[in-house]
């Protein structure tokens, strides 16, 4: 399973170019199936029903909003036009892929109510993110919540853990992060808040593990697909083999009551003479 996300190794998340060409010439007629209005783009939501199809259960729709506003920019994740279907599959197939972990993360720090606290949700945005991860993205997400403070649920917080910082966002920010005041709270720290912090990194550390252990067992999406389009193959001849049996059944049916009916008649005709 996919779990460690890297910006510069998008490359290897999806499919080599050949595989997708292959997937692309099979599958072009599935879009076309959302394509209700034939006009070379199809909605969120219809992507959404697209990728359950492909890959059950799939993502939600604000996972995939959030993946198209990847490919095009902050605001415009309600459409995804025919020739970005590449690149959108590849996309959700990284957060398909993530929440898994991420699920398995989040019931290890998950209290009795299965909530977590704000501190471990930055342990999670933190082991997601790794060299990425964003102080001044992460202290948004903390401003947006309706109550500071209280238990963190899933789906508050699984599409910001997707959506990874770019470089040039990290980079951006480096001026502006309170290195001083990080650093003097270091200095000051009690023997407990050092114990916490240990605590804080063995969790991270065992976050990270897990995730290099499911990364040995992710699928290729290109042999996925495979397998998809060659069971479809597969049932489709079969639904076909049926239909001729049947049809071959009802003109077999036929001709015998057509065979009776005539044998009927010829004997009708012998006792009248």
């Not at 910006?7 to 599958?27: K, Y």
């Not at 879009?31 to 359950?52: H, K, P, T, V, W």
């Not at 949700?121 to 309706?146: D, G, M």
């Amino acid at each position: 399973l996919l779990i460690t996300i890297k910006l510069e190794d998008h490359v290897l998340l999806g499919p080599c170019e050949a595989v997708m060409t292959t997937f692309l010439s099979r599958f072009g007629d599935v879009f076309d199936m959302y394509d209700d209005l034939l006009c070379g783009e199809i909605s969120a939501q219809a992507l959404c029903n697209l990728y359950r199809e492909m890959r059950h259960p799939g993502v939600r729709v604000a996972q995939v909003e959030a993946g198209l506003e990847t490919l095009y920019g902050e605001g415009l994740g309600d459409a995804l036009e025919r020739e970005d279907l590449e690149a959108a599959l590849e996309e959700l197939d990284r957060r398909y892929f993530l929440l898994k972990d991420l699920v398995w993360e989040f019931q290890i720090l998950a209290r009795p109510d299965g909530l977590i606290e704000e501190k471990d949700a930055k342990l999670l945005f933190t082991a997601t993110h790794e060299h990425n991860f964003s102080l001044s993205r992460y202290e948004r997400w903390l401003a947006s919540r309706r109550v500071r403070g209280a238990g963190v649920s899933f789906l508050e917080v699984d599409v910001p853990l997707c959506n990874i910082p770019t470089p040039d966002e990290i980079i951006a920010q480096l001026p502006t992060l309170p290195r001083e005041k990080t650093q003097d709270r270091i200095k000051t720290a009690s023997v407990h808040d050092r114990s916490q912090k240990i605590g804080y990194m063995q969790k991270l550390q065992q976050l990270k593990d897990k995730r290099a252990e499911n990364l040995s067992k992710r699928k290729n999406i290109g042999d996925e697909f495979k397998k998809y389009e060659d069971q479809r193959k597969i049932d489709k001849e079969e639904e076909r083999r049926r239909a001729e049996e049947a049809e071959l059944q009802r003109l077999e049916e036929e001709r015998r009551r057509a065979d009776e009916r005539e044998r009927l008649a010829m004997l009708e005709r012998v006792s009248k003479a």
